[in-house]
């Protein structure tokens, strides 16, 4: 038969709900749900079921909690030792650096700053975090407006300058006008 789970009294009840209370973080108030639902004792599949996860979730927030205490039910990524590819100075570079044209004379995408990334600061970075610090620094995707490769330049300048009256002017001066009754030629009312 498996051993029962039971909560470390670290803390009492009411310094349970008072440190529910006072996080902000909505995955840490979760935690300190699991762990009051626990200490009120519930299941595990009961609490699973409120807390909207899966049981070894509770288990091992309940283990984390019992273990380390008040410190085990806080976030634990925040402090995971990666430090950035890039450091303040580095990242001002950057900044300064696509200011100005691309190495190549085009617009920085994020493959060429990731190249640069791996020539200033030494580290090999694939597209998406160059990609991710073109983000940080505020740049945002653009693309230019799709042109019709049969596309008529003429035409959309007439259109620009005088509108589609205009252009229906011009394409029906070609055009034989047609003769009365009494033979005289007689013009076309265009608008």
């Not at 990242?91 to 190549?104: F, K, S, V």
Request: hydrophobic letters at 30%.
């Amino acid at each position: 038969m498996p051993k029962t789970l039971r909560v470390t009294p670290h803390l009492t009840p009411d310094e349970l709900v008072a440190s529910f209370l006072k996080c902000d973080s909505k995955d840490e108030k979760l935690r300190w749900q699991a762990v009051m639902l626990k200490a009120e004792g519930r299941g595990a599949k009961d609490i699973a079921d409120i807390c909207k996860r899966r049981e070894d979730w509770v288990r091992r927030t309940v283990r984390r909690y019992n273990q380390m205490g008040p410190d085990g039910v806080t976030d634990q990524r925040q402090s995971n030792g990666r430090a950035p590819y890039l450091n303040d100075e580095q990242q001002t570079d950057l900044w300064e650096a696509i200011q100005g044209p691309a190495p190549d004379g085009g617009l920085w995408t994020a493959p060429k700053v990731a190249k640069w990334i791996d020539a200033h600061a030494g580290h090999k970075v694939d597209d998406h975090t160059g990609w991710l610090y073109l983000r940080r620094l505020g740049y945002t995707r653009h693309s230019p407006r799709p042109t019709h490769p049969e596309s008529d330049e003429k035409a959309q300048e007439a259109f620009k300058k005088g509108g589609f009256k205009k252009l229906l002017i011009r394409s029906f001066e070609n055009i034989p006008t047609p003769t009365s009754r009494s033979g005289q030629r007689t013009k076309l009312a265009l608008g």
